[in-house]
């Protein structure tokens, strides 16, 4: 209905948004009920297998598969890049799939692809991300954008002044008179997604119909891509994704195994299951570009920062792209920056949005650089982070920052245990120390729509084709409609996760619970809105004057003048009222917003002796607008943390230098934390009012972001020394000390 | 992996008979959580499985009239924690609380955690236990490669968690096998060797030879312990380890065995550790010459030069541990801001 | 070596509250007469293995020496809470019980459980408390790693009924979390520890 007004329900009357509830599909988790796309066993189903190309970097001459035919239980071997007439096939990554095997069980396809014989070329290697001039002489670097901004005081180059030769000299200038200059180099590897369900697919074909289970975080759009691919339609394919065990960015495509899946089930006629190795996994299914930064900054006497002149680079892999250039510095942006960015193409994988895609690596570049300085004035890196908020890029959010610092510092009682850099009480070998972050993230809701079906009898049920990421979006949607409606959040049956249902949007940066709460408070809105019409006529109530709250429909303030949910819905007569309602991505809308600020504090103990970090405390102070459940709303935020800490001290991709190949691959070797690692974590909502009046905002990227700057703060608090790049492994804890002892 | 025979047998010989008969191409179960992954990587490809964990007499912890312990090859790792006659040596009972897994404590056995192959990734990657003669580790990321007894091919780190502390303990192994008859007992640190080709392993044993049970001996007072520098808690491979058993009398050290883990191809017997201590009365000092001490003559390769100091600082806190003084280190698995 | 007195495990504690577990002996292997049990001979395919999961006897034909208990669980059972997330067992998503002692489906082989007790996450009763806990603390997202928790969680309450805070971040380390759910999980454990000390 077009006149409908949206709105959120003022806290004090909310029922049940910003409660705690639990997801809806928790004990279908937690008792091993939950089928992923991994758990579906479709009848006849073929087990398919495939080889990576181990090399990084090489063509592939030949295949010969009549080896891997001859193993008993092999149905079908299905080339994936193998030379055409046209030629050999350049392979640029390791784990690049060659061929599949589709067996009757998983053991035979994995034998059979063992037997496949594969002739390689090899070619050069390139995977040394860090060495930039090591990079340059192998030609192996791309420019990857850059620019100047000067403040407007500094006037104008002269008419005879060549432009950069005058702004080069303005930055000299301007780090000259500064009273306190930082020059450093810093560094955080590449990681990869590592989920836990690999990517994969479990499917069939009906006729000329695909019907795919796919692991994906875009349960809408993935039709379309394997329609594209296999010349079909996309209303000929069918994409379900009831449970995804991980995603993080990585699953946004069918990709060319899914399609491949498609290609195999057609040839042998069955359905099968295409789910990647573990090590595949790793290697190409998703990886995060890596970042390393040379910056000179120059500060004031009071430690604010007047100039930055920086130079990143990093990988995404052979298609050379680095930590996007525009993102540094970040959060802080002082008035005189200068910077630049290279890519360097390595034998890699390229990478994919990962989590909060270069917030997490432009945070740490930035904000490791001004700690330093607070270091370097022996200042409190609290008083330099504050001072700092002067020059930001989202200036409208510094009281917020300023805010949400103040209690984030309470929390990890920043003055009793803070000490200047290096100079904290040692107990054996060990020292702590207290780092800060602070972030930013859009979060804006996706499009989306919900088709609500209200039937005589008062069942509720709603459609979306969104997804549960494990971000608790059933159970969002389900207490959207239940609040709206006034029930309680099991009356309402949801149903997500097919390209069938109403689109949604894919859930990535920070999109899904913006989406789904636009769709599904505007659907619930439009239907309410129709029944209340009904209702009216009956109590005598103008429809305007009616609300729903504790399954009845009553005159809003006289709880005598109501009518119960059942019986109001007796009166859409006999076919239920059906409802669709959508959301465009970037309407105005009171719904939703976008834009938060973020501040997390890291309390960590250094063993000088061994080079072990141990998180002590964490804490996220986070801004969201409206909260919509507490408890999933909270879980996010842990999980983000965790992987900051993953990211800060453990998880790293090896290459061997030599060969490139992947070294740590499998999970016995790409540490990441496990339960003892995590120490104590805290998470606080920044939501007054002024917060939460601005509707819900994306929640899953912010926290994942600036935890990672403040274990590196904090161990550079507890020792005096910078680590300086992520992750803080022994190794290089040690030989960072080792390097400052010798310089001192 | 490829499929194989699989046996279960119920008596030594006959395990014995089964892994003889092999045509050298059999490897043992205990509780697969080594050899199965090997396989699965086909890293390990064995034609003939043999599953002794079935095999009641392997499946004791047994004291024998001396006072000696001997633990069967089937008995898992936390059936040697909750052992009473472990209780003496809190060497043993503190590697296996470090391994942090209840899984890995219940599903592993003693026997094949000494047993486990090596973690070096190239070997793991399929490239041979020496990955070309040592040329992919000397030129390739050796950060957790040996420092010590390397500068044969063998570059990669014995991975035992628990073989330093049985070491350092005396502890000794059974052999039985390649016939029913035959049967040797030997020094756990004769157990392992160097290979020094393709065709050796990092161990002693013979094709139809089967490790039947470790033996600790008789507890005499020693005082003992061990210490991991790891990455992150848990089951995953440590950076460096060590453990001491030692006399102590009236503060004075009158013998001790230290013993590394994870530096060089064998457990590492220190001697010139526990030859710095001896006649001289126990403190922090002495601890730290001692791991000092004990990683004389470490070559490190181009990347791993940090293990000496890791080492080195297990030794030391190994000592300080076993004489119940202060490791001076981070509370493991710290849980709140105050634990410090 | 003489005569061997045995050492005499404190198995009862372990065993309370697992659900299936009757009394398995350590000292005398109880293995059913199957193809492959009993006798020394070695066998590629087990024509027809019985395998004892969560109380029911199932019959598995043709079973390849090779066969993990977790492809069977999985594959041939639909038993698929257990998952399949590392080759080596390093990420602990397939534990299982097997006769009451936690252990990795993926790194044990089918034919080798044959004659035990295999509790899988299906197996656990409806009011177990572990699951619950989990719903009620949130110690879940994606939920692929959490069946692998609930059951380490048991084995590990099974045993340490009054674990404290520090047991746990010191016992729970055979599993991986990507999602990062630690924390929850941690609060979970602790409640149903705090729960059965009040009742
Ligand atoms: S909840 Fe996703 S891996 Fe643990």
Redesign the pocket.
Known sequence: MADTKYSWPASHQAQLIGKRVDRLDGLVKSTGAAKYTYDLNLDKQLIVRALGCPFAHCRVVSVDTSEAEKVPGVVVVHLINAPKEDGPVEIQAQGTLIAAVAAETEAAAAEACAKLKVAYEELDVFVDDHDLAAAEAAKRTKAAGGGIELDEALGEPGDDDDESEWEDKMIQRLLVESKYVVEGRYGIDAITHCC?EPHGSTLQWEGNKLKVHLSTQNVSQCDDGFAAALGITADEVDVHCDYI??GFGSKFQPNYWGIAAAEIAKKAGRPVKFMLTREQELQIAGNRPSGYIDVKLGADENGVVKVWDSHHWGTSGFNGSTVSVGTVPYVYKPKNIRRRATGVVTNNEPSVAWRAPNHPQACLLTQTAYDDLAAKMQADSFDIFLRNLENIDTPEKASVYAEEMRIAAELIQWRKYWHPHGKGHKRGSVVDGLGIGIHKWGGTANTSSCLLRIHPDGGVESYCGTQDL?TGTRTVCAMVVAETLGLPVDAVKVNIGSSTYPFSGASGGSTTVGAVSESHRRAAQDAIAQIFEKVAAKLDVPADQLEAIGGKIQAKGYGDKAMPWKQACSLIGIRPLEVTSNYQRGTASPLSNEGVAGVQMAHVAVDTDTGEVKIKRMVAVQDIGLIINRKTAESQVYGAMIMSIAAAIFEQRINDPKTGAFLNSELDAYRLPRLGDTGELVVHFHEPESERSRGVIGLGEPPAISGIAAISNAVCNATGVRVPTVPMTPKRVLDALRAAKANA | MNNFEYAQPQTIPEAIELLATADNNAVVLAGGTDVIGLMKRFVVNPDRVVNIAEIPELQRITTDDTGNTWIGAAVHLDQVLDSRSMNAFPAIKQTIQGISSIQLQCQGTLVGELLRRPNCWYFRNGHGLLADSGRMVVHGDNRFHAILGNRGAAKFVNPSRLAPALISLGAKVRIAGPTADDERIIDLEALYRTPRSDREMENVLEPGQLVTHVMVPRDAGHLSAAYEVRHGEGPDAPLAAAAVSMSVVRGVVRGAKVVLGQVAPTPWIAAGAANAMLGLPLSEELAARAGMESTAGAMPLSQNEYKIQLAQVAVKRAILRAAGLDTGDIPSCMASAELI | MSEPTTDQFSRRAFFKGSGAVAAATMVSSEVAGQDVAASPNATRLIKGMTLKVNGKQYTIENVEARTTLLDVLRLRLNLTGAKPVSMDGSSGASTVLIDGRPAMASTTLAASVVGKEITTIEGLPANDAVPHAFVADDA???????PGFVMAVRAFLNRHPEATDEQLRSGLNGNI???G?YANIIRAAVSIVKGEQNG
């Not at chain 3, 879940?140 to 959490?146: A, I, K, M, N, S």
């Open positions: 836990l065990g991980g494990g | 879940q997202q994606c939920g692929f790693c959490t979390c990507r999602c759910t």
